[in-house]
């Protein structure tokens, strides 16, 4: 699994290590916070098939190329459809290829607006913005009012989270990538989508630095009180409990759906991990134990309540615990129920190459989105046509 900032899987690794003590241990290894980086590494083990690693927290992106190339176990029997009902579907849909189920959902993400409460009152705000525009006025008024640096932070680095935040713009105006297994990225709603994101920089909202930014920055910059906006996961909710890490508190914060283009709706980005065994692995049984283990309810509770990461079952969003000690649940309920998933494809990798490149290049200004798209539309439809 990527870096674990919270801590807390370090400590259900060794709770669970305590309670097999005499069976078997896990170790946890840790692999880059970068998704992208994180799956370069995994994809160059796991084709020499000489990794040895068991079980593989991995991302939402990743079942349907890791199943069509044979890396992961079908855990189809193990994990009934009974079974299923009990998680979230649109996790659980994250895992199935061709028919069968390759993993059970861990946890899940959604793109969130969070937003300073207490500066948008002090600037005559008392409610969060619906569309993109009325966000950037926001924004803007309210960042000049109170001497805040910016208004607004997201993650528009060349990477997989600048895949995903240029999609939630593509996506808030009307357009997408596919139709079935037709690209359709060249639009004009995708084109609005792409303006507005490379507005957030020409109009003075963001700072240039934004094009850079990955979750890692975005973190310092909202928490340490210098952006009215952030675009993020749930798990930044967690840090602003913890004063070492954050100037603000949980008082401060409000969160929203994302604003919406003016004719479009709001999505969240569907993010999140899932818990996969390697198809090589020599030891799936205990494999198997751990990942049911992890995956359990009580596994979930600990990381919803320490690291605010969403659990993917159902029955935690009625747990009264959870709802009281982690506000991020109630507070995202709207964007946790909006989510979209990016496109779903054996060459998704390479797909979001593609994207996170163009969506960069349009962010920085260097190419405009009416020309990124085009170039989209071919580059994708080369790829999406390898598979067929
Ligand atoms: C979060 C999401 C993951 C996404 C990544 C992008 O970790 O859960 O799905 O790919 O961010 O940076």
């Not at 946890?107 to 966000?135: I, K, N, V």
């Not at 105006?173 to 507005?196: F, K, M, N, R, Y």
């Not at 913890?242 to 949980?250: L, N, Q």
């Amino acid at each position: 699994m990527g870096v674990d900032s919270s801590g807390t899987l370090q400590d259900l690794v060794d709770t669970f290590n305590e309670e097999h003590k005499g069976e078997f241990q896990v170790r946890y290894r840790e692999m880059p916070a970068d998704t992208g980086q994180y799956f370069d590494q995994l994809r160059t083990e796991l084709q020499a098939a000489a990794s040895e690693i068991d079980v593989i927290g991995g991302d939402v992106i990743w079942p349907a190329q890791f199943a069509a190339n044979g890396w992961i176990l079908d855990v189809s029997d193990r994990f009934p459809e009974s079974e299923r009902q009990r998680f979230l579907p649109a996790p659980v849909d994250s895992l199935v290829y061709e028919g069968a189920i390759y993993g059970v959902p861990w946890f899940t993400d959604a793109g969130m607006l969070y937003y300073r409460t207490d500066l948008l009152e002090q600037a005559g705000f008392s409610e969060p913005p619906g569309t993109w525009d009325e966000m950037k006025e926001m924004a803007l008024k309210t960042a000049q009012d109170t001497g805040t640096r910016d208004g607004f932070v997201f993650q528009g680095a060349q990477y997989e989270g600048g895949t995903v935040n240029g999609l939630e713009y593509i996506w808030t105006h009307g357009g997408d990538v596919l139709s079935g297994d037709q690209v359709v990225i060249d639009s004009p709603e995708a084109v609005a989508g792409l303006e507005t994101e490379r507005s957030m920089i020409s109009d003075g909202v963001a700072s240039q630095a934004v094009s850079t930014y990955k979750e890692q920055e975005t973190d310092p910059a909202f928490l340490g009180g210098r952006s009215v906006f952030a675009r993020n996961w749930p798990y930044m909710y967690a840090l602003s409990e913890d004063p070492e890490v954050s100037k603000i508190e949980p008082a401060q914060i409000g969160i929203a759906p994302l604003p919406a283009g003016e004719s479009g709706q709001s999505f969240a980005g569907l993010g999140g991990w899932n818990m996969m065994i390697n198809a090589n692995s020599q030891r799936q049984e205990e494999a198997w134990e751990f990942v049911k283990w992890m995956t359990s309810e009580q596994g979930q509770r600990q990381r919803a309540l320490a690291a605010t990461l969403l659990p993917t079952r159902k029955s935690l969003y009625e747990d009264q615990e959870i709802l009281e000690k982690v506000p991020v649940i109630r507070l995202g309920k709207e964007a946790i129920q909006s989510t979209k998933s990016r496109p779903v494809s054996p060459y998704y990798s390479d797909m979001s190459l593609a994207m996170a490149e163009q969506f960069n290049l349009s962010l920085k200004g260097e190419t405009d989105p009416q020309a990124a798209v085009q170039n989209l539309q071919e580059e994708l439809t080369k790829i999406v046509e390898q598979g067929s």
